[in-house]
């Protein structure tokens, strides 16, 4: 079993930055690759951004090109997603995922989430 556990939101002003953090635990944590999403109230939730476990390979959402920049530190087990230039409409619930096969799809494991609110 992998549990995840995202850490890093809080209340930030726009313009400002954050970093998110997901730690994840398990007797054999080897994912295809880890994605963050986030769900803002009354919509669906969003892919925003993934990176491939093996070589480091990233993808993101056009909504936040530019500004979030995922990474990760395979030896702790943790990613990472650096938010800059925040907006008001980046307030969501993050959340950090793991995907057996792709970078887009098949996120099996969720951590509980982590609440970022951008204030303007």
């Known amino acids: 079993q992998v549990q995840l556990v995202e850490s890093g939101g809080g209340l930030v002003q726009a313009g400002g930055s954050l970093r998110l953090s997901c730690a994840a635990s398990?007797?054999?944590?080897?994912?295809?690759?880890m994605g963050w999403f986030r769900q803002a109230p009354g919509k669906e939730r969003e892919f925003i951004a993934a990176?491939?476990?093996?070589?480091?390979?990233?993808y993101y959402a056009d909504s936040v090109k530019g500004r979030f920049t995922i990474s990760r530190d395979n030896a702790k087990n943790t990613v990472f997603l650096q938010m800059n230039s925040l907006k008001a409409e980046d307030t969501a619930v993050y959340y950090c995922?793991?995907?057996?096969?792709?970078?887009?799809?098949?996120?099996?494991?969720w951590g509980q989430g982590t609440q970022v609110t951008v204030s303007s």
């Open positions: 990176i491939r476990w093996s070589d480091g390979s990233t």
């Open positions: 398990g007797r054999t944590f080897s994912p295809y690759a």
């Open positions: 995922a793991a995907s057996r096969f792709a970078l887009t799809s098949g996120y099996n494991y």
